[in-house]
């Protein structure tokens, strides 16, 4: 007797729209930093950006009327506005006032891999050696670029390192706001972890005045851009995202943005990392290329698991 299959339900094309709206947003938020970051400070280019970046999602809260997050939702909140909304910002605009958007694109471009091991640890999300190997490649490719910048000035080595630095704050900031995802929505999460950014980032309050008012234009415009798109709209689409996947899956949809900011350092900003550069950023992505491989060829029941609970 043969069976005749059911009709197969359409995939949700949602979620992957909106990841993909974050990687673009990223990617372009590697670029206006280092057009912001002549005229502002790291300090007070960052609590300008989540400034704007509160404000919009602020209103939106309101509009929505979706009100405060449950209190179960507070802990992801707020390590996620210290580590991601506060440190990351802080100190990606640092490492770029020393290294230019792509190879910082390429450094930071290490999270996914560390959001893994920490979702394994924490998240009980499942650690292949596939990613075991990936990450001492990747982190091969991220000493080559610091290698490849050690004969410029300003000691850009520190750069590189403030990267490795922002990588590392960005997954713990992912891996904190997963478990928060549970509780609140994609926006309470979002705007709130950007107020708790916002209040840690306050101590530059008066370096952002004083810098505002010599700023030009040009400046405060990409300054206020980085609040309201990948902040305000691209950590939306992320949250709302990674709330219906895995932290470790929704890591590797950033493997993109190396890429993409290159493109658009070389479109806008005429800048091209040094070949060197290039070729441990490739060793960086090659990395990730060797844990992802694991979705491909892995169990195919794993693919169709669920997300963790408790993420």
């Known amino acids: 007797m043969t069976t005749t299959p059911g009709p197969v339900a359409p995939r949700d094309w949602r979620a992957p729209a909106a990841a993909c709206t974050t990687v673009l947003l990223w990617a372009s938020a590697f670029v206006s930093i280092r057009s912001a970051g002549d005229a502002y400070s790291p ?9 704007a970046g509160t ?34 910002m802080v100190v990606l605009n640092w490492g770029e006032r ?17 959001i893994a091991l920490l979702g394994a640890r924490v998240l009980g999300e499942v650690l292949p050696s596939r990613l075991v190997a990936g990450m001492a490649v990747s982190f ?31 997954a713990a900031g992912v891996v904190a706001q997963k478990p928060a995802l549970r509780h609140g929505s994609a ?13 840690a980032c306050l101590p530059f309050a008066g370096a ?4 505002a008012a010599k700023a030009p234009l040009p400046a405060t415009l990409n300054m206020v851009y980085l609040g309201l798109f990948p ?18 899956r929704m890591g590797a949809t950033t493997y993109a943005v190396p890429a993409l900011v290159v493109v658009m350092s070389w479109l806008v900003l005429d800048e091209v990392p040094a070949p060197l550069a290039v070729g ?20 195919r029941r794993g693919d169709r698991a669920q997300p963790v609970e408790g993420a």
């Open 140 to 170: 091969a490719g991220a000493v080559v670029v610091g290698l490849s910048m050690s004969g410029r000035s300003g000691a850009p080595v520190s750069g590189v390192a403030l990267c490795v630095l922002a990588a590392a704050a960005y």
């Open 280 to 299: 441990g950023g490739l060793l960086c992505l090659a990395g990730v290329a060797v844990s992802r491989a694991r979705e491909q060829t892995g169990h």
């Open 98 to 114: 020393q290294v230019d958007a792509g190879t910082a694109a390429m450094v930071v471009n290490t999270g996914p891999l560390l």
């Open 55 to 88: 404000l919009a999602l602020g209103t939106l809260l309101v509009l929505r009327r979706e009100g405060l997050p449950p209190r179960a939702a507070w802990p992801g909140i707020l390590w996620s506005g210290l580590l991601w909304f506060g440190l990351y």
């Open 231 to 248: 902040t305000a709209l691209a950590f939306t689409t992320w949250a709302y995202a990674l709330a219906r996947t895995t932290a470790g």
């Open 43 to 51: 300090g007070a280019l960052a609590l300008g950006r989540l400034l």
């Open 208 to 211: 952002l005045v004083s810098e």
């Open 187 to 199: 926006l309470q999460v979002t705007t709130f972890g950007c107020l708790v950014g916002t209040v």
